[in-house]
Structure formats: structure tokens, C-alpha cells
């Protein structure tokens, strides 16, 4: 699946649990993992059309298992999907301070490009401060001691959130847009603009190389995936006056933005 059928296939799922079981139904789904499970495989077949070797990736395509864990400066903790390295081979290190053994040591580890994809498909506002916490504790974790590494950061946000009033009715209403959602998407924009974009690696361990902030309407007939501040007003979903932007947050170039970082890093 491509983008636009990958962002209508989650509209279809989503909406379907609700006319099946209403809310609960939906909580269920989303549970599953079944909706970001095809933004992954998304990722994975962008990944290859750039000329990826699928043997590379971690997940392989269309499967859930099989994850690599890296171990970083306090944890080691299973990555959402990784490229593994070429031309270098992994060696066992015992880290002392952890007490643990990393079956790939801190030279191969550096070299793996590792995206974690996040979504928050119920609510805009809900979790909020969880979320951004847990973001921020996984970059520095890893870049703590795997300084040279690559991390990416791929986020789905709906912009309109459904109408749990009517989904307990198993009926499908999106909220209206208003002041409230013109105030979250500003939070999350900001937010991952502050950790977007690092390049110093002796420094910023907190920061992505590159984040990607997906936001879509899915109420329309053909979900639409926002790539710029300039759409985001000019289909009223912000005023005039939002001052945040989206363009280095977009899909269409985030893929070649961190395989460039990527490359250029390693000296490919």
C-alpha cells in the first residue's frame, strides 16, 4: 500500500470498530496495534523504494516480530524498526555499570538507523506530558552512549478526534474544529521541532536526527496527510495568525533527510 491507501485503510478500521462495538470497540482496536502497525510497514516499503535491501530491516516487511533491542546508556529496549549496518559485524560487549551484554557492541550499535513509531489515535489531548516524556527518554537513552547514532521519530496524530458521545451509539462523528485543537497541534508542533533536527554529536542526546509529525484529517472521504503550516490555514483547520511550523516535520522529505544524515555521518 502506498500513503494514501495506507492513511484510508486506519480511516476504515477505525471507523468500522465503531460501528461494530462503538467505543469500546475502538479502545479494543487501537490495543491491537493493528492501525500503526501499517504506518511501520509503510515506513519499511518507503524505506525499500529508496534502495533499502529488505534483509536490512528489522521488523521484516508485513511481520510484528523480531524486533532488535539496543542497549543504551540505562536500558536495553526493543526498537520499533531498524536498519542494520553493512560491512561491519556485531561483537558481544559486557557492560559493567548495567551488568548486561550487548550481543552487538557499541561500534555496530552506532551504525544501526532505528525509527520509532508513536500514534495517539483516541484523543489529541490525552497523555500528552506521557508521551513527549517517554520520546524524550528513549533519544537520550540511546545517544547517551551511542553518540554517532541515527534515530528517527515517526508520529500519527488525527486532527479531529472522534465523538465518544456518539461512538458509545456505535455512530461515527468527528469533533468540530475550534480554539482547543488549534492549541494542541501548536503544542505538538513545537514540541517536536525542539527535538528535531540533530546534528552535533557530541551534544543534543535529547534531539532526533529527524522527526516526523504525520497530522491527518480523517474525517474527509480521503484522509488527508498535512505537509505545511500554509495548509494546515488554508483548509481552517489554524488561524491566520499560527506561527508554528510544520515544514520541517513533513513525510515527503523525511526520508531522504535522515538516510542523508545517515550517509553523511558514516561517510557513505
Given at each position: 500500500m502506498n500513503l494514501q491507501e495506507s492513511l484510508s485503510e486506519i480511516k476504515q478500521?477505525?471507523?468500522?470498530?465503531i460501528l461494530?462495538?462503538?467505543?469500546?470497540?475502538?479502545?479494543?482496536?487501537?490495543?491491537t496495534s493493528k492501525p500503526i502497525n501499517i504506518i511501520h510497514d509503510l515506513i519499511k516499503r518507503e524505506f525499500i523504494n529508496l534502495g533499502i535491501s529488505s534483509d536490512r530491516i528489522y521488523p521484516q516487511l508485513?511481520?510484528?516480530t523480531g524486533e532488535i533491542a539496543i542497549t543504551g546508556f540505562l536500558k536495553k529496549k526493543k526498537q520499533d524498526i531498524v536498519i542494520l549496518p553493512k560491512n561491519i559485524d556485531p561483537e558481544n560487549e559486557f557492560i559493567s555499570e548495567l551488568n548486561i551484554s550487548d550481543p552487538y557492541g557499541k561500534d555496530y550499535s552506532e551504525r544501526i538507523l532505528s525509527i520509532n513509531v508513536?500514534?495517539?489515535?483516541?484523543?489529541?489531548?490525552?497523555?500528552?506530558?506521557?508521551?513527549?516524556?517517554?520520546t524524550f527518554a528513549e533519544s537520550i537513552n540511546l545517544h547517551q552512549r551511542l553518540k554517532k547514532m541515527v534515530l528517527g521519530e515517526v508520529f500519527l496524530l488525527p486532527i479531529r478526534e472522534f465523538d465518544d458521545s456518539f461512538s458509545e451509539n456505535k455512530i461515527v462523528?468527528?469533533?468540530?474544529?475550534?480554539?482547543?485543537?488549534?492549541?494542541?497541534l501548536s503544542k505538538y508542533i513545537n514540541y517536536f521541532n525542539l527535538i528535531n533536527g540533530r546534528r552535533n554529536i557530541n551534544d543534543d542526546h535529547?534531539?532526533?536526527?529527524?522527526?516526523?509529525?504525520?497530522?491527518?484529517?480523517?474525517?474527509?472521504?480521503?484522509?488527508?496527510?498535512?505537509q505545511s503550516s500554509l495548509e494546515l490555514k488554508e483548509d481552517g483547520i489554524v488561524s491566520d495568525n499560527f506561527n508554528f511550523s510544520l515544514?520541517?516535520?513533513?513525510y515527503n522529505n523525511f526520508f531522504f533527510d535522515i538516510i542523508n544524515t545517515y550517509n553523511s555521518r558514516f561517510n557513505l
Open positions: 478500521l477505525l471507523e468500522n470498530s461494530e462495538n462503538g467505543t469500546v470497540g475502538k479502545r479494543n482496536l487501537i490495543r508485513n511481520q510484528t508513536r500514534s495517539q489515535l483516541s484523543s489529541v489531548a490525552k497523555n500528552f506530558d506521557t508521551i513527549f516524556e517517554r462523528k468527528y469533533r468540530e474544529l475550534g480554539p482547543r485543537v488549534e492549541s494542541q535529547h534531539k532526533y536526527e529527524r522527526v516526523c509529525l504525520m497530522l491527518v484529517d480523517f474525517s474527509l472521504k480521503i484522509p488527508k496527510l498535512y515544514e520541517n516535520l513533513n
